[in-house]
């Protein structure tokens, strides 16, 4: 009888202690080392822009935001005196953050899982990005010397270590299978310039429970709407202002190639590949083929002059929407540089040709081989 009066109480402990991890609410505890007051903004991020979503007062260097997540978030923390912004995996939890006032990005979050893996990931892909960009700027360098056979051999080794990243973050997130925050990272990491097969491969890798969640029905919405825009279907119409007011549409320029690109005055990478859609357009503009700028600027004079210094003489349109642009959204953009490429019949041909072959590219379809 002893004996089953002690096995019932460790049930009830085990109860308890299941109750206890699965928490309906977060509360996220902040100490700011360096302040002792001040506000502490929680934002989200909205169509690319930061908007607050709650705030508290900072105390003693201490502030508390409490608050509940119907399933694991990124969110980001604002603080008066502290520059930038450091980025939190928001998750059901008790959760801990602790930030340097000189030094905001040697910040530590203790309490949510979804934050470990999202930093795992970070670590993971780091090594990566330094050669990226060492490479960048390599291929920068041997640009400007003209040594164009340099330039090839390290653009190759720029794929290969893009590639490499590729497949190390795919196996990670094969880890969390059923879990947002690898949805998160497959987002931001692995599906830049996808058509619909390869994205679809992605989207395979995570379990249908996940239905619900925020990332992961974002991605299959993504999914849904590249299917419209696939390579062989229909290119969607779209009318848009150019610089000086006038209304322009795709539909505009039927019965020639045109090249769509989407891009940003505020992306450098963006600006980056600049030099190639000018060549291209100084190459092949007139009757058989144009180009058409979308830019997903905010700001009018910033577009413009970014027209200007990067000497862009083709088409440019923009709703001054930012990410809210309506062909960005039509044409399942969620990351800038893309583009395009449109036959004279109004079917797409191709999506993200590489610009660094973008004059060899043209010239093939223009020729029809």
Known sequence: MLMKKFLSFLMLLAMFACEDTQKESFTLSGHVE??????????????????????????????????????????????????????????????????????PLQYTVEGSRSHEIYIKSNELAQPFDERLRALQRDIVDAEIAGDDEKVEQLRGRYEQTNELKAAELLEFIKEYPNHPVAVFIASRQLTHGLNHEELSDIFNVFD?????????????????????????????????????????????????????????????YCRDVS????????????????????????????WVKAIEDDELAYV?????EGWRSGPAGEYAVRSIPQNVLVGPDGIILARNLEYAKLNELIDMYLQGV
Not at 316 to 320: A, E, K, N
């Open 34 to 103: 360096g302040q002792d007051e001040g506000l502490a903004y929680l934002q989200d991020r909205v169509a690319g822009q930061m908007v607050n979503v709650d705030s508290a007062r900072i105390e003693n260097g201490q502030f508390t935001i409490t608050g509940t997540v119907d399933n694991p978030y990124m969110y980001y923390l604002n603080i008066d005196g502290v520059p930038g912004r450091v980025s939190v995996f928001m998750e059901n939890s008790d959760i801990k953050i602790i930030v340097n006032q000189v030094d």
């Open 208 to 268: 249908a429970s996940l239905a619900g969640s925020t990332y992961y029905d974002q991605m299959k919405e993504q999914l849904e709407t590249l299917e419209k825009v696939a390579i062989g279907k229909p290119a969607i119409d779209f009318t848009l202002p150019n610089p000086d007011g006038d209304e322009i549409s795709l539909s505009d320029y039927q019965g020639r190639f045109v090249l769509i690109s989407f891009w940003a005055s505020w992306c450098p």
């Open 275 to 302: 030099p190639y859609l000018a060549e291209a357009a100084r190459t092949f503009s007139g009757d058989d083929f144009e180009i058409i700028g979308v830019s997903l600027d905010r700001e009018k004079e910033a």
């Open 316 to 320: 440019h349109v923009s709703d001054l």
